[in-house]
């Protein structure tokens, strides 16, 4: 199915998702909400990943929410939760809940197994993680490695295979500069530790991918 997240309202069809059933957009049971007063840069679902924990696929949602509609406990909720098809799922438990949005989502293997991956500003939630990175292994989030110091927020994620031996994960940071002049930097997780891509860029990156073009 076709599944379309943002910062929308019901006109759209749900709160701020909604699936496509071939004739109308369905709500998905109310959606996601969002604390009156939010900042709309940070409101709503920033993020989605098709990922498979072990407990079947799912369309793990991320952002600025506060809560899902269908689901009575919101603490559990907040930035991030998760699609069956049929039924929402929170994704941990209230002592390890996130504290403001996440931004990006990506899968990648780390340690053997594939791990849904998530970058934003938080500071909190994902146990022991204070980075802005966090990895889900399908029961509880966990930190990375630390980046070095002065790379700003994290707000992008990508995998890349640079040299056949295995996909590595990207993560893509903002950091704000004297004058208010922006620098982003790509770095790459080799061997337990952060190292960047070529050199940082005056402004920001928004997206990465790939294309086989044979380079």
């Known amino acids: 199915a076709l599944y379309a997240a943002g910062y929308f309202g019901d006109s759209f069809g749900g709160s701020h998702i909604a699936r496509w059933d ?53 603490g559990q909720s907040s930035f991030v939760a998760a ?29 053997g197994g594939q791990r849904l991956v998530a970058a934003g500003d938080f500071t909190k939630g994902a146990t022991a993680n204070e980075d802005g990175l966090a990895q889900w292994d399908g029961t509880t989030w966990s930190s990375l490695p630390a980046l070095p110091a002065g ?12 040299d056949g031996s295995g996909e590595q994960l990207i993560v893509g940071t903002v950091h704000l500069g004297p004058a208010q002049s922006i620098d982003s930097s790509l770095l790459r997780l080799e ?13 920001e990156v928004y997206t990465l991918d790939t294309l086989d073009d044979r380079t």
């Not at 699609?83 to 340690?111: H, K, L, M």
């Not at 790379?151 to 640079?162: A, E, P, T, V």
Request: charged fraction near 15%; charge should be negative; glycine fraction near 16%.
């Open 22 to 74: 071939g004739s109308q957009w369905d709500d998905l049971q109310g959606g996601v909400y969002v604390t009156s007063g939010t900042f709309h840069y940070d409101a709503g679902i920033r993020t989605m990943q098709v990922h498979n924990d072990g407990a079947g696929e799912r369309l793990f949602v991320g952002g600025g929410f506060t809560g899902v509609a269908a689901l009575s406990f919101p």
């Open 191 to 203: 061997g337990g530790q952060w190292n960047l891509v070529g050199r940082s860029v005056n402004g």
């Open 83 to 111: 699609f069956d098809g049929a039924n929402w799922e929170a994704v941990a438990a209230p002592s390890t809940s996130f504290d403001t949005v996440i931004r990006s989502f990506t899968e990648v293997e780390i340690g």
């Open 151 to 162: 790379h700003g927020q994290r707000r992008i994620l990508h995998k890349y295979d640079f």
